[in-house]
């Protein structure tokens, strides 16, 4: 009986460090192609990718789009006939400056 509890208890840890290994490395611009591998992206593809996160967000004219040293992008919006100026961190949250 304690080796079936073991055998147990060892297959959920390798379980949950994968699960949690997977999750670490998963980012807001990470996705997969049709064949479940994953999508090579560029810095053009992320720019595009996040100039549509944050017009999702309610924002339109979207420039200025940069990506900075710690990952985020900053650029000017417009939202409500005013220009804003926009940060979306790593996680993909859009805010306004």
């Known amino acids: 009986m304690n080796r079936a ?6 297959l959920g840890a390798s379980v949950i460090a994968t699960v949690g290994a997977q999750a670490q490395s998963s980012t807001p611009y990470s996705d997969t192609n049709s064949k479940g591998q994953m999508a090579s992206w560029t810095p053009t593809a992320e720019a595009s990718y996040t100039k549509s996160v944050i017009q999702r967000a309610g924002y339109s004219s979207v420039s200025d789009l940069a990506r900075g040293s710690d990952g985020s992008w900053h650029a000017t919006a417009m939202k409500n006939n005013a220009k804003v100026a926009v940060t979306v961190d790593r996680a993909g949250q859009v805010s306004a400056n």
Do not use: E, G, P, R
Request: hydrophobic share 85%.
């Open 5 to 10: 509890f073991l055998t147990i208890a060892v």
